[in-house]
């Protein structure tokens, strides 16, 4: 078994290279962008400076993320860029919930979750931190969250579609 995402990433890759090199640069990207990420939540919990100076250092010198990223055909790097990206875009729809932010976060989760169906289990959990922490109405969480589900269902639609035909049953992924 594996998600798709990294099996696509690879066939990519040696189709471009012939090796996995480009993957890993890949994954070097996204390491990097994670801990941009990182720093970019650090500073909105915790007012910026040296806390999210020290947040996004931890992140790219993580010893795991690092030899993950830079020596190994792996989907780490990708699915912590998912998992970050998502926890910063759904700040950012506590800070101005509008239509546009539940857009993306779908499609964070959606391609998220074409690496790590994991990251499905995020959008009940925002939603609930939507509500609670947030201080957003139930009526303007649910339309948010409600939008960001539909965009993850968007994603995955095309590759349950080709797993539904493929196994003649439904398989959401394989």
């Known amino acids: 078994y594996i998600a798709p995402l990294p099996a696509w990433l690879s066939v990519i890759s040696y189709w471009l290279t012939g090796s996995p090199a480009f993957l ?3 994954q070097i990207v996204a390491g990097t962008l994670t801990a ?3 720093a970019a939540i650090a500073g909105r919990l915790l007012n ?5 100076l020290a947040a996004g250092l931890a992140v790219a010198l993580h010893p795991g993320l690092t030899v993950y990223s830079a020596s190994r055909a792996h989907s780490l790097a990708f699915d ?4 970050t990206f ?13 239509p546009a932010r539940a857009a993306c976060l779908g499609l964070i989760v959606g391609v998220g979750t074409l690496s790590r169906a994991t990251i499905l289990l995020f ?3 925002a939603a609930a931190w939507l509500l609670i922490s947030a201080g957003l109405t139930v009526g303007t969480a649910f339309r948010r969250v409600v939008l960001a589900a539909l965009c993850v269902a968007a994603v995955l639609a095309p590759w349950t579609a080709r797993n539904t035909l493929v196994h003649r049953s439904f398989v959401l992924l394989l």
């Open 123 to 125: 959008l009940p959990v």
């Open 24 to 26: 890993i640069l890949l």
């Open 86 to 98: 998502a926890l910063l875009q759904t700040f950012r729809i506590a800070e101005r919930p509008t």
């Open 80 to 83: 912590a860029l998912c998992f």
């Open 48 to 52: 910026g400076g040296l806390p999210a």
């Open 36 to 38: 941009v990420g990182t």
